[in-house]
């Protein structure tokens, strides 16, 4: 048998999906919202941006993909909880709205980046960290000694008993980004993590989580409508396409253009 060389050899798949369709009413508009993912697949160390219109379900994507929420329909959904190549079936959990199931695998696997930061207002930023890596399960000194490591590569380390509400709009992405990676997760999910930032700002963010997912090998995936600097920080951009129907709107994940996909 022929060896392929390594570096040839495509990365393992982190997250593998098909079949994903979600159907919501929208009330204020009075109208259908369609989201439909035939094949998405991530792998390890990918940096992917999901970008569409607004409402074009952007989110919802990344819910799905963050255990958050449930779809109608989901053929397949397998990930690598622990971004060793073994996969383990999500389907059934989901499928079955089994809570603590999937709040265990997402506590261990994922850590999320929100517009807003999303820390809690009334624990510093050091706590905040310490308590996101211990709902993952993990404890003691060494956490607190990678999370003073990670604050030092950021540039934070002298926030770290500070309340976020004394922090500025890009010192608190960087917490949050902070928060996020305390845990050493697998999949790293950032939802319009620059949104509020200034152009200098957001660059700074863009660059501390892009170095904290390669630092420890993270796959990244992000919504964003700064396509621009997603590409400028390595992201493969996936499209959701949107179509206007007389009972509503469908968004499509487009399959990637061939070029790519044959990189
Ligand atoms: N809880 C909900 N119930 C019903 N409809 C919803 C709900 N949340 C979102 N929607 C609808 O789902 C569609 C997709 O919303 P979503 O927030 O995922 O889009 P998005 O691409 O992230 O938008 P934006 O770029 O504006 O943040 C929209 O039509 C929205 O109105």
Redesign the pocket.
């Known amino acids: 048998m022929t060896e392929v060389p390594s570096e040839s050899r495509p990365a393992r798949p982190i997250m593998a999906l098909g079949g994903l369709e979600?159907a919501?009413?929208?009330?204020?508009?009075q109208?259908w919202?369609r989201?439909s993912v035939p094949e998405l697949t991530i792998r390890a160390g990918e940096r992917i941006c999901?970008v569409?219109?607004?409402?074009?379900?952007?989110?919802?994507?990344?819910?799905v993909l963050g255990l958050l929420s449930c779809p109608d329909a989901l053929d397949r959904y397998d990930l690598s909880p622990y971004g060793d190549g073994r996969l383990l079936s999500v389907q059934e959990p989901i499928l079955a709205g089994q809570a603590t199931v999937l709040s265990a695998i997402r506590s261990r696997t994922m850590g999320f980046v929100l517009q807003d930061g999303g820390l809690l207002p009334y624990l510093s930023v050091r706590d905040n960290a310490l308590l996101a890596a211990e709902l993952a399960g993990q404890r003691g000194r060494e956490i607190g000694e990678r999370i003073e490591a990670l604050a030092a590569a950021m540039g934070i380390e002298r926030m770290l008993d500070r309340l976020p509400a004394g922090l500025s709009g890009g010192q608190r992405q960087r917490s949050a980004v902070l928060r996020a990676m305390a845990s050493a997760p697998v999949i790293l999910l950032a939802?319009?993590p620059t949104a509020a930032l200034d152009g200098a700002t957001a660059n700074e963010v863009m660059q501390v989580m892009v170095n904290a997912a390669k630092a420890t090998g993270a796959t990244l995936v992000m919504?964003s409508?700064n396509e621009d600097l997603a590409t400028r920080y390595g992201f493969t951009v996936r499209r959701?396409e949107t179509h206007t129907g007389s009972g509503?709107?469908t968004?499509t994940l487009a399959p990637l253009p061939q070029q790519v996909q044959s990189a």
């Open positions: 979600v919501r009413f929208d009330a204020s508009r109208a919202f989201l999901l569409g219109r607004s409402g074009s379900g952007k989110t919802t994507l990344l819910e939802d319009e919504v409508h959701l509503g709107e968004s």
